[in-house]
T-cell receptor, first 112, second 113 residues
Framework: DAKTTQPPSMDCAEGRAANLPCNHS???????VYWYRQIHSQGPQYIIH???NNETNEMASLIITEDRKSSTLILPHATLRDTAVYYC?????????????FGTGTRLTIIP | NAGVMQNPRHLVRRRGQEARLRCSPM?????VYWYRQLPEEGLKFMVY????????ESGMPKERFSAEFPKEGPSILRIQQVVRGDSAAYFC???????????FGAGTRLSVL
């Protein structure tokens, strides 16, 4: 699976949009971009994923550049409960190759 | 619909004992994945199982670790003769099939004294 690069930490003011970048310059055409987060020491929580089109759900939006070499996760109105480590993962999902490769992620701190 | 259930949440073992970690996948999910998270590190894949079959165990240590997912009952991660270096959080995830989203449990925190 392709390697991802994320900033180690970011701050965001409560109520503002949090924009978390991820570089995946070696991504292959059949690899998806997934985002998970881990709040304190809880289990990772799935947020969103996409292949090449922008995606939106009730939690977040995912913007993938046209060349697919980078993406941005957007939390539109950050709350204190969004403080967590956010992981960007690229994954080719086919039978027998299901593992998620977690990097070090971005530690997002929401400031009151 | 209950999520992925792991038990126990906390497990304390002395060196040389055995640890058994259990994972019940979400209803309708037949694929289970185990990950380990050492202190201050990211999660590392250990093993991927489908009912009664190990599909990928490339992340499992060669000795003392084993996993199973029987036809009936939860998936079990077994660590024999634990050592202090086994102290970690062990997370289980499940999905309804290959290529699907993996949903994680709350984890089991193993402490080896």
């Amino acid at each position: 699976d392709a390697k991802t690069t994320q900033p180690p930490s970011m701050d965001c003011a409560e109520g503002r949009a949090a924009n978390l970048p991820c570089n995946h310059s070696t991504i292959s055409g059949n690899e998806y971009v997934y985002w998970y987060r881990q709040i304190h020491s809880q289990g990772p929580q799935y947020i969103i994923h996409g292949l090449k089109n922008n995606e939106t759900n009730e939690m977040a939006s995912l913007i993938i550049t046209e060349d697919r070499k980078s993406s941005t996760l957007i939390l539109p109105h950050a709350t204190l409960r969004d403080t967590a480590v956010y992981y960007c993962i690229v994954r080719v999902a086919n039978f027998g190759n299901e593992k998620l490769t977690f990097g070090t992620g971005t530690r997002l701190t929401i400031i009151p | 619909n209950a999520g992925v259930m792991q038990n126990p949440r906390h497990l304390v073992r002395r060196r040389g004992q055995e640890a058994r970690l259990r994972c019940s996948p979400m209803k309708g999910h037949s694929h289970v994945y185990w990950y380990r998270q050492l202190p201050e590190e990211g999660l590392k894949f250990m093993v991927y199982l489908q009912k009664e079959n190990i599909i990928d165990e490339s992340g499992m240590p060669k000795e003392r670790f084993s996993a199973e997912f029987p036809k009936e009952g939860p998936s079990i991660l077994r660590i024999q003769q634990v050592v202090r270096g086994d102290s970690a959080a062990y997370f289980c995830a499940s999905s309804p099939g290959a290529g699907n989203i993996q949903y994680f449990g709350a984890g089991t925190r193993l402490s080896v004294l």
